[in-house]
């Protein structure tokens, strides 16, 4: 593999550099050919670095930049005043290619307007969406979309994500003829909402477009389809009920630790968690975090917000695999063949 | 406890009379106390009951309908060619005071049109909402409304639904000061819809309504609020992915049921199984199946349209508590409080 560089927002995320540096130099220490610009104040970033090996401090330069997105700020204002924050110069540095991808834990709707103006959409696409590729019930994945990059997403933006999540699925994740499912409150034809009722009647005559139907909430997991398509609100409240689910059952798989027990009492409630880890494990949303903005010219990958640094160091690990995948290219040039076989 | 009849809607869900009828006997064994009358096709409904105990049989009657809503109408058509549909003559008995309750598992939106007509909404309420009281992590209960009566809900509605669900908190479950929060993508006050922030604005100083802000979806299950409040879309999907994930782990801890393994294999297999059970068991949908349509002069409940028998059993059991707790009428008395209150 050839060395690879990528952009990282230190400043954005709940936590900032105290959880986006120690997962950087994470990531460095298990990829070496990955090079990293964090991008913040160096007065916050420098002493998180004191302790790193020499040799994995040569793979990584501190960018100074002069101000931070806030997470609650209204998106129309961030953009405006984004002028020497973390996160806009950390997609400069893509755009300028100095970088070839961007990795935020900041506010969505910024980076989602930032990463519009700066690195353009591909053509044929209005509007970027957040994309995550979640484990499902049968070791298999599911590619869903959009996760919370555009609230009140109407039919044609519908349309556009199913593209891009075919697309996905099919050359990233090597799906042969993904079947695509619209996130409905019902499955029959006259349930849900006016923009996924009419989303529905396009898809299923679209070419290149493996159209299965509505899926509902429950199936989320199931594997019925590999790409689910919904409302970045719907999409998002859904990821964040999946995840808290999720993390519950984890928890209390693992709690009453700190009781007295025997030493074959132990051993057991050991050996337990091991084979129950193992069958839920791939589930735990650590393991996936980041979300991709798909249908830019360019890779930008949204970690959580309150990502924690092992989440926080996949979703770095996730912006390396896109570029390596070509996802912005490849798209692009799926799109073009989907576009012009419906025009 | 004083003799209490329910009317049931016996055509209505996935499976109709297979389910509703063996359901509707296991209820009358349980409860002693309990008249059920059965509304549908004799020709389905009496052979399920030739094996069934006279003295249960005494308590049950049957009522012919003509017609069943099917699942797939589309709610406005369905509520005009209503007549003599299982549905309707369930509602029907209610109003003319033959049943205290109804219980269906039919199509969402006719019940809700129906019961608009035929029962009547309460003073101060637009549009009745689906409310269920989900258990959480802490073993406590929290009351989520809407869960999918109302598709696309503006503020106005938000906050009857609000209004409505801290007084079922209140005179139900006890809850003093009940917490309520809306369903949002973000904590912070610019996040989200119009209709959702409109609505905050006015929840924040309304009188007697303890508002506690925003929650995310991941808090569904942590007992952070006591009411929670959301358009019926959004509920709709966030409750069924519950579900999911909820069914996926309780069916993975039930499975490999079937390997061949050493006695003290299957003995630790079934003792770990009994021990996750308990810890996990009340989450488990069938034991709160059947949501309350909310803010009508009546009471009305929706069994999921999958329900198995337990779960459906488990509907009628709502139906009868709904009604010795005088669902209605308190909420009618609180509602005329608040109301005027807040004028």
Redesign the interface.
Known sequence: MTRLTLAIDAMGGDFGPCVTVPAALQALASHSQLYLLLVGNPDNITPLLAKADSAILARLRVIPAESVIA?????AQAVRQSRGSSMRIALELVKEGQAAACVSAGNTGALMGLAKMILKPLEGIDRPALMSVLPH?HHGKTVVLDL?AN??SDSEMLIQFAVMGAVMAEEVLAIAQPRVAL?N??Q???K??ESIRAAAEVLKTAPGINYVGYL???????GKCDVLV?D???G??????????????LS?LKSREGEKRAWWAKW?GRW?KRRLMA??GHLNPDRYNGACLLGLRGTVIKSHGAANQQAFAVAIEQAEQAVRGQLPDRIAARLKAVLVRSD
Not at 216 to 222: A, F, I, Q
Not at 236 to 249: A, H, P
């Open positions: 997470s609650d700020a209204k998106p019930q919370g609230v009140g996130l409150i019902g029959e034809e006259t849900g909402l509902e909430g429950n199936d989320l997991l199931t919904c970045g609100f719907i998002n409240v859904t990821l964040k009920t999946m995840e808290g689910v999720v993390r519950m059952f209390l057991l337990i069958r839920f």
